[in-house]
């Protein structure tokens, strides 16, 4: 009865840290949401701003009197670089909140996504700030992955308890 026993203890440890760990899982998943709807707040409102605005740089400050539809006309790639800033963030939301749909071609085409904004921007920024905003979905991107790292590490060391229980009870 004494082996019994202590297989069902750790049959219980197991699922319990597999319980705490699922829980704690959720909250991150939460907080990297929180973060990428955040972002994505932002990029609309500066997409807002430029439409309105007609500024493609800080600081540039176009006449009342002028379309703000031509700043689209008139440079297509901070239009486009909000796009795929927006795409990125999404793409990373659907990675966060179903983790088994993390694969090598989903993370090379958010890769591609979270850097073409930098490569349409890299001859209109002047500033550093600018860089750094352009950059975001590839900062972003670089938190998630690490996250998701992190919280799959302790998945890994349950399902190996359980192997090694399950060869106990085996033997």
């Known amino acids: ?15 319990s840290l597999r319980q705490a760990n699922d829980n704690a899982n959720d909250w991150f998943k939460f907080v990297l949401l929180a973060f990428s709807v955040m972002e994505i707040i932002t990029h609309l409102a500066f997409a807002s701003y430029a439409w309105y605005r007609r500024a493609s740089k800080p600081g540039s400050f176009p006449d009342h009197h002028e379309d703000p539809s031509q700043f689209f006309r ?3 790639s901070p239009a486009a670089a909000t796009v795929f800033s927006l795409i990125s963030f999404a793409i990373g939301m659907a990675i966060i909140k179903d983790t088994a749909k993390i694969g090598r071609d989903s993370i090379l085409v958010w890769t591609f996504v979270s850097v073409t904004p930098l490569v349409l921007m890299r001859r209109a920024t002047e500033f550093s700030f600018e860089l750094l905003w352009w ?6 991107q670089i938190v998630d992955l690490t996250s998701l790292w992190i919280m799959l ?10 192997k090694s229980q399950y060869k106990l009870k085996g033997a």
């Open 135 to 140: 950059s975001m979905p590839l900062l972003l």
């Open 1 to 15: 009865m004494g082996i019994l026993d202590s297989l069902l203890e750790q049959e219980e440890l197991i699922e």
């Open 153 to 162: 590490s302790p998945d890994e060391e349950i399902m190996g308890l359980e």
């Open 74 to 76: 008139d440079s297509t």
